[in-house]
């Protein structure tokens, strides 16, 4: 475990927001972020494979760790994406993955970022957007495992599948339908 630094002044981020799959491209994508790898953490056994997080009995959630540059990207850069790909009042999980390993968490590194999380949880629940209770939890972080290689930058290696996987689990939809109705509350 690490203090929430990677290497040459890289800091690091955690976010479950369901199938890590879908979580990567959205951050591996800007400016300032070094790398976004898919893995398992808050669990209670020692490298843990896909096989048996997908159980539900190891404690672990799908997630995805960012190595960011906090010169160029500001953790509530990375905070309002993570928002905007995930439904935070699902307790159950995500679209139609549910299970623990399924729910939504900020996993935070230090105190700043803790309360960055938790500030920005307070800002959605009064934007009232969704309407209900915010489940997704904040967490303080703990071990993380990288998943097997094949689920590294998975919409790169199978886009097709990816692309079949986000529009069939209503995750697209759901995106960018919160999407518009998020700006323009911000926008009255």
Not at 53 to 67: D, K, L, P, R
Not at 90 to 99: A, L, Y
């Amino acid at each position: 475990m690490n203090n929430g630094y990677e290497k040459d002044n890289l800091k690091l981020a955690t976010f479950a927001g369901g199938c890590f799959w879908c979580m990567v491209q959205p951050f591996k994508e800007l400016d300032g972020v070094h790398k976004v790898i898919a893995g398992y953490t808050g669990g209670h056994i020692e490298n843990p494979t896909y096989e048996q997080v997908c159980t539900g009995n190891t404690g672990h959630y799908e997630a995805v760790q960012i190595s960011y540059d906090p010169e160029k990207v500001q953790y509530e850069k990375l905070l309002d994406i993570f928002w905007g790909q995930i439904d935070p009042t699902d307790p159950e999980g995500q679209f139609f993955d549910k299970g623990s390993q399924y729910q939504t968490a900020i996993f935070y590194h230090d105190d700043e970022q803790r309360k960055l999380a938790e500030e920005s949880k307070r800002s959605l629940e009064r934007e009232g957007v969704f309407g209900n209770t915010i489940a997704t939890q904040i967490i303080k972080a703990s071990e993380f495992y990288p998943a097997e290689e094949y689920h590294q930058d998975y919409y790169l290696k199978n886009p097709e599948h990816y692309n079949r996987y986000k529009i069939g689990s209503g995750r697209a939809a759901f995106i960018e339908t919160t999407c518009r109705i998020r700006e323009s509350k911000r926008e009255n």
